[in-house]
Every structure is written in structure tokens, then in C-alpha cells.
């Protein structure tokens, strides 16, 4: 579980509770976290499940009870929730592929306990039943109880007991530790199939043989974007064991190539598999996992190689959160490929969550000679190389004689160690004994005869069988005719109903926590009579009302734990300058204090900074009394400003060891804080500032792209990125347009995210469309009374986006004259100087102090200046812009430029974070900028953007 700020809670209790009914099994993860900030937090819990899993319950122990989360729908009215302004009391949760994630979960200081439920098909000895354990940190308490019969375990990892209806007891129970592995638990029952009543699952197998595709020629492209850094360097080694395998699998000459791909696309390696050795996975580990993930630009970067060879695998999660994303988009570089000579495509999944319909378009598209895989990363090196040097097969129909229904009635993407699991309804002439499944397909097996054992547990084998009816009805949509609109539109509300009525999780329905009457009636639910759930009850697994389930609850309260003084964070600002109107843009400058950082010279041997003391992991960490210290200093050079009264902990002692010039020791800082806290914003921020320093500024790129690959649902975090990369130049302009228009189709009512937008097009020379977006942003902020003063700036903003237009392509005067003429806004005809805030939170109110060179400031409370200009409004929701605007040419150099930031305790994301915008218009359509974005942590925060010394024009 992490916040919304990326400060991870702790894991301190994990109890496992599953029962293995041959064929399937369920787990109920019992977990408790802590809290040690002192406030509350939003978090995102986000857990990886077995391959197929479905999640049948999520819940959270507050006050003495369940909050139990309800299936609903996934209509317009959930839609309309979870992409809009969020009720507090909802909280929402969805499957990517074979990760479950909620999201907005308020987690209050102390402990906090939720349990998740998921049942998952068995597949046999090739897939036996796993705990996932690798990887958990060390927890006070791990409690591990597994049911079943004849199970089968390695040596010395607990107790097994016999009880009394001779089921099998797993127990193991350990304090204070962290699992060194995964507990693989196999299952003796010979049996093929279960059968209670009318219900019926069988295991078969479709494909009994299938013919070699061997990897001859083969480019692997290995996803390095930000959301690889938790398991890095366990993906280092799967690929080192991947091609390690591959020699085993075909130990004749092959020819390899490794690319690895994030924001951008490096080669690491070409040659011979044989050759490919530790130099070159040293060679990954030092580009690190930083930066977005555009898969698409990975796609045609391997298009326009000379060589590829005719085979493509893909090391990635596929959450695209850069460039395009889409299926359609996804397919129309297989074209490109197919020239290329690639006639298959395979994919290993990494990463928690992750996009298995993406993958599946290129491994199953049919624009290539073969279809591939979709391959789970958990998977063994050896049994990834079998199967990618094996062919795959699909169009396999299934039939059961008798029954009602089948499902799956067609399978595809299945090999010959591949088993399926069957469901059918059976017909009341059936009798006991044996059934017959028919398969049908390349390579088809006999008729195959199954021999039924009773289900030992009726409830379990109930939900999964009504969870395949549902599957059912899908292959009945997927298969209707277009032209009878009317059935398919049947169907699918049956199977939203069908869904909701018995809790079953899938693309029709979502979970969401309702905490009120009101929320229930919404989504056509009755409060007083909540659906029952599976649950586990003493020892084995039944389905519950919701009443005992909650008299359970209560009586497994936990105590608080006690608090943990966390270590607090957070980071700084600066700015660049450029310039837009001409049909030739100049490239970006550096503003001074940046400048004057890169030119000062570097130390032979650079001090480490004074405050810095030891932490527990040999890592040296910010100490109170040295940070006040060193917050003490004075900056001798750059922008006025003093880092103390925003910046807190780390974040403070590396912009303080960069102002000193000691960028080296600072980017070691960032780094080693980034090893510990890889989800951290302000970890990549302080990362990104000291590459920026030593002028890296392709990495910084990668470190502020790092925040749109982590977070890519949250429209906030998607502007700050874009306000970092937009200050590096016209570089990353590709990768700004695209972070700020992601932002919009998240927050599309939001005036300030339009701005940005509008203004990122302006500079890349995008007239129209930059004049079209602030039109957009206008108009929000028009039909809202506390936005008004925003409309104002956006006034003014229109008439310089067509200023420049103008001066640009003078050929669309009539043109731009009779759009301003619609939108009722004059065009900008005189020069101006406008210093513009705006910030990215929803629950802050910033003000702007603008300071001239006479020492008059203007302010909320005092908005104009003697010497000239004026602040337009005050401006108190959050996401809100303010201006001071000087008309005519400007004259009371220097302008200080200050910020107060009230930090709004409530606030669960704990900092603010926004951007300055200096715009400087000479009157004619020629624009010059200058950007200076800052986050602050501390309340009340008083922050010195520094000053502007004179006209833009002059730098």
C-alpha cells in the first residue's frame, strides 16, 4: 500500500487463509498496515494475483465493523465517479489484468486492516497453488493456514496436520521476519473433474502435442520505465536467466539483440546469445528503470532497425504513459514490423500491474505470419524458453454433450502443456457417471472421459461456476449479430445484473465502497439487504449474510500500534526562459541562478555536507540539528529565496549541497533516497534538480517522466511532470503536450490545466490548437462564479495566443480576426509583463507577492503597484491561477517574486506543488517565457521564486 504522495505504509500483520478444492481454490488475504504520519493519508493498496484470479471481496475494519466494498455496475453513474471529483465516502477498486488495485482508500494514523478474497482455477502440476511471499518486507507477524486434501509441500516450511473430516491443515507461523520465497503448495487428488447438482468443472487438456518454432533470430525489448524499479534488478535476472534458457532450449547459434525502451530506446546489445554476459546486464543497471513508457515509439524504433530477425519479445507491463496507447494504435505498428521481417510477437509480463488486452492485440493480431504468447513473468526461465520456442494454436471449440451451456466453448493462445478448465451446466437427464468433453481443433485429442468426484465444497464450486455462466453469456455477445442491436443490448444487461446480483467481478462491474444511504440507491441496491459473500468461516469456506460476517469482524479487532515519527521530505524550484512568435522559435535558456549553478566549478575533492548523519542502512540522512544548521546559510548566489521555510528533510540538504555546488554528492543523495523510496515524488524531483545540475539533462527528462509512468491516473501528477519537463527546453516538448493532455481527459473541467495546455502548444508553434484550448479553458472558468478571476486571465491569455498566431502566419489574419471576434476578445496589440501562478492541488489557496525594484509589494490585500501593475483577483480554490499584470513596457526592475502557501492540513497529499510563469509580450506577437515551478511541504510556507532583473528580452 502507498500514498497518494508515494510514502509507502507498512505492512505489519499478514494472515493467509485458502482452501484447495482440486480444481479451485480460494485465499482470503487478511492484512493489517500502519500509519506513522501523524495524518491521514490516501492511499492505493495494489496487490498481484494469480494469473485469471477474480476477486470476490475487499474490505476495511473501521470503527468496530466492516466497510464491506459492494459490486456495482460499471455504468455511467460509477464512470462519472471515479473519473470526476470522488465522494469521500467512495472508494473504488478494479483488476488490471492480474493485479487489483483500489485507489482513494483513507487510511487513518495507527493501523489500519483490510481483507482481499480471490478465487483462481488450479492448474495442475505445471501451475501448482502459490503464496506470493518473494519480495514482502519484514513484518511483525505472518500467519499462514491452507485447506485441502493430499497436499503436497517442500521440506521444513511448517506443520501439516490431518483433521477430522480428512481434509489436510497447512500451518506455518513465524514474528518478525521477511519470506525468503514464494510457498508452492501441489495438490495429490488425481481428480479431473468436480460435480455438485447441475454444475459441473472439468480440467482437460486441448492441445495433446504441437510441432517447435524456434528462436533463430530474436530482438527482446526490455521495458526500463519507472514502474520496473521496485523489481529491477528480479527482472535483470529473468532476463539473464530468459536467454540463458533460450541456449539451453536450441544450443545452435543464434543471433540476439536487447533494446531496452522507456520515454526513449537505447541498444545494449547485439552479437551472439552465447555472448551475452554480465557486461551487458551491467549495462541495463546502470541505465536504471527512470522515465515513461512509450511503447509505440519502441515499436517503430525496432521497425527502422536494418536487422531484427524474425522474432519480437517483450519484456513489459504495457501501461503506456507516454505517446499513443490505444489498441488501434498499438496495431498499426505490426505493418511496419511485418516489412521489417518480424512474423511473431511474444510478451513477459513485469511489474505489478499490467495490460494483458494490449499485449494480446500484438501477439494475437493476425497481421503477423504467427500468433505468440502473453507469458507471465513469474514464470520459470526454463518453462518461458519451452514455450516460446513451441507454436501456438487457437480455434479450439469445446462441447459437452448434454448440457446446457459450456464455457469456454472456444479457446485460443494454448500449447500442448496448457490445461483449461471447463464448466457446464448439466441437463436433469444426465445422469451420474461418467462425461464426455469434445474438443475440436488443430491437433485434437479423442473424446475425453471424465469420472466427477463430489465438491467438497459446494459454495466455492457455486461462485465459480456462476462467474462461468457470466463468461457464457460473454461468448453470446462476442458472437451476436450486429444487426440484432436489440438481443446484444439484452445480453449485456444480463450480465450486469446477473454480475451484481451474485458479487461476480468482471469488465461489467466494479467495487466501490459506499458509505451512505444515498450511494446504495444510485447503484439500485438495498442497504438493509446486502448480497451474502464467500467467506471463510471456522474452517472451511461458506457463503455469509452480511451480519455474521460483521459479528465475525468485531471480535478480530486489532489495537492500535503505536506511531512512528516519520522522516518528512520535500523539494525546490527554479526556472528557464524562451521565447514564441517567430516562425523560428529560439531554443530555451537557462534563467540565471541556473545558469550560474552549472558554470560554477566543480571541487577536486567535494566535501560531504555537514549535516548529513548515518541511517540504520549505512545511508547518511539529514540530522535535526545539522539541517537547522545548514538552513541557517544563506545563499550567496541565485534567486533570494530561502529553502527552509518550504523544504523539509532530504529534499532540503540536497538542494543545499546543489546550491553549493557539490553536485556530485547530491546526485549520490537523490539517488541512494530513490533506491529507498522508489515511488516517492519528491525523490525523482530532487533526482531530476541534480541532473539537471551537472546538465543531464536526458536523464532529468527520465527522472520528471518517472511521475507520469508511476502515476498515470492522477491528473495533478501528470501537470507537475509537465511543468519540469517543460523548463528543460524544447527536447521534451513531445513529452509536455502529451503529459498536459492527459491531464485535461482526467480533469477536463479544470481552467488551469487548459491554460498549461495551451500555452505548452503556443511554444511548440501548434496556433490553433493552443488558441482553441484556452478558448476551452476560458469557458470553464467563465461559467463558474469562484473562477471568474481566472476567466480574466484567460481574457488576456486568448488575445496573446492570437497575437502570436499572427505574427507567425500573417496569412491567417481573417481568420484569427473573426475567431476573436466570435469569442468577443481583443487582440493583444501592446507590450505587457505578466507574472502568472498557478497550482496543481485541490484543497490549497496560493497567493502571489510581487515586490518592485521601488520595495512597494503587491499582494491579495494590496493588488496594484505605484510604479504600475495590478493583481487580477484572489483566487481561493484549489487548481486556481493568479495574476499580476503590468501593461505597457515595464520599469521598476528588479520584481521580486514571492509565494504563500497555507498548506491545507486536511490535505492528504501533504505538499503543494505548482509553477510561475513569467510572460513577456513586446507588443508585436513575440513571446518570451519564463518558467519557474516549485513544491513546498512546510504549513504556511513562505517561498522566494527569485527576481526578474530586467526585461526578458535583454538575456
Known amino acids: 500500500m502507498t500514498a497518494e504522495d508515494g510514502t509507502p505504509l507498512q505492512l505489519r500483520r499478514l494472515t493467509v487463509r485458502a482452501q484447495l478444492d482440486e480444481l479451485i481454490a480460494f485465499t482470503e488475504l487478511d492484512m493489517v498496515f500502519a500509519n506513522s504520519e501523524g495524518r491521514a493519508l490516501a492511499a492505493a493498496l495494489s496487490l498481484t494475483l494469480p494469473a485469471g484470479a477474480r476477486v470476490t471481496r475487499f474490505a476495511i475494519f473501521q470503527d468496530g465493523d466492516w466497510d464491506e466494498a459492494e459490486v456495482v455496475p460499471r455504468r455511467d453513474a460509477y464512470d462519472a465517479l471515479v473519473s470526476g471529483e470522488r465522494e469521500p465516502a467512495l472508494a473504488s477498486a478494479a483488476s488490471f489484468g492480474d493485479r487489483f488495485v483500489a485507489r482513494d482508500l483513507r487510511i487513518r494514523q495507527g493501523t489500519t486492516r483490510l481483507v482481499v478474497s480471490y478465487v483462481e482455477h488450479l492448474g495442475g502440476r505445471e501451475r501448482p497453488y502459490r503464496v506470493a511471499l518473494a519480495g514482502l518486507p519484514r513484518m511483525d507477524e505472518l500467519d499462514l493456514r491452507i485447506y485441502g486434501r493430499e497436499l503436497v509441500l517442500p521440506a521444513g516450511v511448517g506443520e501439516l496436520r490431518r483433521l477430522a473430516d480428512g481434509r489436510q491443515l497447512f500451518l506455518r507461523r513465524e514474528e518478525a521476519s521477511a519470506p525468503a520465497a514464494d510457498l508452492l503448495v501441489?495438490?495429490?487428488?488425481?481428480?479431473?473433474?468436480?460435480?455438485?447438482?447441475?454444475?459441473?468443472?472439468?480440467?482437460?487438456?486441448?492441445?495433446?502435442?504441437?510441432?517447435?518454432?524456434?528462436?533463430?533470430?530474436?530482438?527482446?525489448?526490455?521495458?526500463?520505465?519507472?514502474?520496473?524499479?521496485?523489481?529491477?534488478?528480479?527482472?535483470?535476472?529473468?532476463?539473464?536467466?530468459?536467454?540463458?534458457?533460450?541456449?539451453?532450449?536450441?544450443?545452435?547459434?543464434?543471433?540476439?539483440?536487447?533494446?531496452?525502451?522507456?520515454?526513449?530506446?537505447?541498444?545494449?546489445?547485439?552479437?551472439?546469445?552465447?555472448?551475452?554476459?554480465?557486461?551487458?546486464?551491467?549495462?541495463?543497471?546502470?541505465?536504471?528503470?527512470?522515465?515513461?513508457?512509450?511503447?509505440?515509439?519502441?515499436?517503430?524504433?525496432?521497425?527502422?532497425?536494418?536487422?531484427?530477425?524474425?522474432?519480437?519479445?517483450?519484456?513489459?507491463?504495457?501501461?503506456?504513459?507516454?505517446?499513443?496507447?490505444?489498441?488501434?494504435?498499438?496495431?498499426?505498428?505490426?505493418?511496419?514490423?511485418?516489412?521489417?521481417?518480424?512474423?511473431?510477437?511474444?510478451?513477459?509480463?513485469?511489474?505489478?500491474?499490467?495490460?494483458?488486452?494490449?499485449?494480446?492485440?500484438?501477439?494475437?493480431?493476425?497481421?503477423?505470419?504467427?500468433?505468440?504468447?502473453?507469458?507471465?513473468?513469474?514464470?520459470?526461465?526454463?518453462?518461458?524458453?519451452?514455450?516460446?520456442?513451441?507454436e501456438v494454436h487457437s480455434g479450439i471449440t469445446i462441447a459437452v454433450p448434454g448440457s446446457e451451456w459450456v464455457f469456454p466453448s472456444l479457446v485460443d493462445s494454448v500449447q500442448a502443456d496448457d490445461t483449461v478448465l471447463v464448466f457446464a451446466e448439466l441437463g436433469e437427464d444426465l445422469a451420474a457417471g461418467p462425461l464426455q468433453v469434445l474438443v475440436e481443433g488443430p491437433h485434437a485429442p479423442p473424446p475425453i472421459e471424465i469420472s466427477a468426484t463430489r465438491a467438497s465444497s459446494s459454495s466455492l464450486l457455486r461462485d465459480a461456476w456462476t462467474a462461468a455462466y457470466v463468461g457464457w453469456m460473454g461468448e453470446q455477445v462476442q458472437s451476436c449479430d450486429p444487426a440484432t442491436a436489440e438481443l446484444c443490448a439484452i445480453w449485456r444487461r444480463r450480465i450486469s445484473e446477473w454480475s451484481t446480483r451474485h458479487r461476480i467481478l468482471n469488465g461489467s462491474t466494479a467495487l466501490a465502497m459506499l458509505g451512505r444511504a444515498d450511494d446504495y440507491r444510485r447503484f439500485g441496491l438495498d442497504e438493509a439487504d446486502p448480497p451474502s459473500l464467500l467467506a471463510f468461516g471456522g474452517d472451511r469456506v461458506e457463503v455469509y449474510e452480511r451480519a455474521r460476517v460483521a459479528a465475525r469482524g468485531r471480535a478480530h479487532a486489532l489495537a492500535p500500534e503505536p506511531a512512528i515519527e516519520p522522516v518528512p521530505v520535500s523539494p525546490l524550484t527554479s526556472g528557464r526562459s524562451e521565447q514564441v512568435g517567430a516562425a523560428t522559435e529560439n531554443p530555451a535558456q537557462p534563467w540565471a541562478s541556473a545558469t550560474e549553478a552549472r558554470r560554477a566549478p566543480r571541487p577536486a575533492a567535494e566535501p560531504r555536507p555537514s549535516w548529513l548523519t548515518e541511517s540504520k542502512s549505512g545511508r547518511r540522512w539529514p540530522g535535526e540539528e545539522q539541517r537547522q544548521a545548514a538552513a541557517a546559510v544563506k545563499p550567496e548566489l541565485g534567486p533570494r529565496w530561502r529553502p527552509e521555510e518550504a523544504y523539509e528533510g532530504l529534499y532540503l540538504a540536497i538542494m543545499e549541497t546543489l546550491r553549493r555546488g557539490v553536485h556530485a554528492e547530491a546526485l549520490r543523495l537523490a539517488r541512494d533516497w530513490r533506491a529507498d523510496e522508489p515511488a516517492d515524488v519528491r525523490a525523482l524531483l530532487a533526482l531530476g534538480e541534480a541532473f539537471e545540475a551537472i546538465g543531464l539533462v536526458d536523464q532529468a527528462a527520465r527522472a520528471y517522466g518517472s511521475i507520469l509512468d508511476l502515476f498515470p491516473t492522477r491528473p495533478e501528477m501528470q501537470r507537475l511532470a509537465g511543468e519540469r519537463l517543460e523548463r528543460l527546453g524544447s527536447a521534451t516538448r513531445h513529452l509536455v503536450l502529451d503529459s498536459y493532455g492527459r491531464a485535461i481527459r482526467r480533469q477536463s473541467g479544470s481552467p488551469s490545466a487548459h491554460r498549461l495546455l495551451g500555452y505548452a502548444l503556443l511554444r511548440a508553434s501548434y496556433y490553433r490548437e493552443a488558441f482553441d484550448t484556452l478558448v476551452a479553458g476560458f469557458a470553464w472558468a467563465a461559467a463558474r462564479a469562484e473562477t471568474r478571476a481566472i476567466a480574466d486571465v484567460l481574457y488576456d491569455d486568448i488575445g496573446l495566443a492570437a497575437a502570436a498566431w499572427l505574427r507567425a502566419r500573417p496569412g491567417d489574419h481573417e481568420f484569427i480576426m473573426a475567431a476573436l471576434e466570435v469569442q468577443g476578445i481583443a487582440l493583444a496589440t501592446t507590450p505587457s509583463l505578466r507574472f502568472v501562478l498557478s497550482w496543481d492541488t485541490a484543497l490549497s489557496d496560493v497567493d502571489l507577492h510581487v515586490r518592485d525594484g521601488d520595495g512597494q509589494p503587491a499582494f491579495h490585500g494590496q493588488p496594484a503597484l505605484t510604479s504600475g501593475g495590478k493583481l487580477y483577483g484572489d483566487v481561493k480554490e484549489g487548481f486556481g491561477v493568479e495574476a499580476f499584470v503590468i501593461d505597457g513596457i515595464a520599469a521598476a526592475y528588479p520584481y521580486n517574486l514571492k509565494i504563500f502557501y497555507p498548506l491545507a492540513v486536511d490535505d492528504p497529499l501533504g505538499y503543494g506543488m505548482g509553477k510561475l510563469e513569467i510572460i513577456e509580450h513586446d507588443g508585436a506577437g513575440r513571446l518570451r517565457f519564463d518558467q519557474r515551478p516549485f513544491i513546498v511541504q512546510r504549513g504556511d510556507a513562505k517561498l522566494d521564486l527569485g527576481t526578474l532583473d530586467g526585461p526578458l528580452a535583454a538575456r
Open 186 to 390: 501441489q495438490s495429490g487428488v488425481r481428480s479431473l473433474g468436480l460435480r455438485h447438482e447441475n454444475m459441473f468443472v472439468a480440467r482437460i487438456r486441448p492441445v495433446p502435442h504441437d510441432h517447435s518454432d524456434p528462436l533463430e533470430d530474436l530482438t527482446i525489448l526490455f521495458d526500463t520505465s519507472a514502474s520496473q524499479a521496485l523489481d529491477f534488478e528480479r527482472n535483470l535476472e529473468r532476463l539473464a536467466g530468459l536467454i540463458a534458457a533460450m541456449r539451453e532450449e536450441s544450443p545452435t547459434e543464434r543471433r540476439l539483440r536487447v533494446l531496452c525502451f522507456d520515454q526513449g530506446v537505447e541498444a545494449i546489445f547485439e552479437g551472439s546469445a552465447a555472448e551475452f554476459d554480465e557486461a551487458a546486464i551491467a549495462a541495463i543497471r546502470r541505465r536504471g528503470a527512470l522515465g515513461a513508457s512509450n511503447l509505440v515509439e519502441a515499436l517503430r524504433y525496432v521497425a527502422s532497425r536494418r536487422a531484427v530477425g524474425e522474432r519480437l519479445v517483450l519484456m513489459t507491463d504495457a501501461v503506456v504513459t507516454s505517446g499513443a496507447g490505444s489498441v488501434e494504435a498499438l496495431r498499426a505498428e505490426l505493418g511496419l514490423l511485418a516489412k521489417a521481417g518480424i512474423r511473431r510477437i511474444d510478451a513477459i509480463t513485469m511489474g505489478g500491474i499490467h495490460q494483458p488486452r494490449l499485449l494480446q492485440a500484438l501477439t494475437r493480431s493476425g497481421a503477423l505470419a504467427s500468433e505468440g504468447l502473453v507469458l507471465r513473468g513469474d514464470l520459470s526461465a526454463e518453462v518461458s524458453a519451452r514455450k516460446l520456442a513451441r
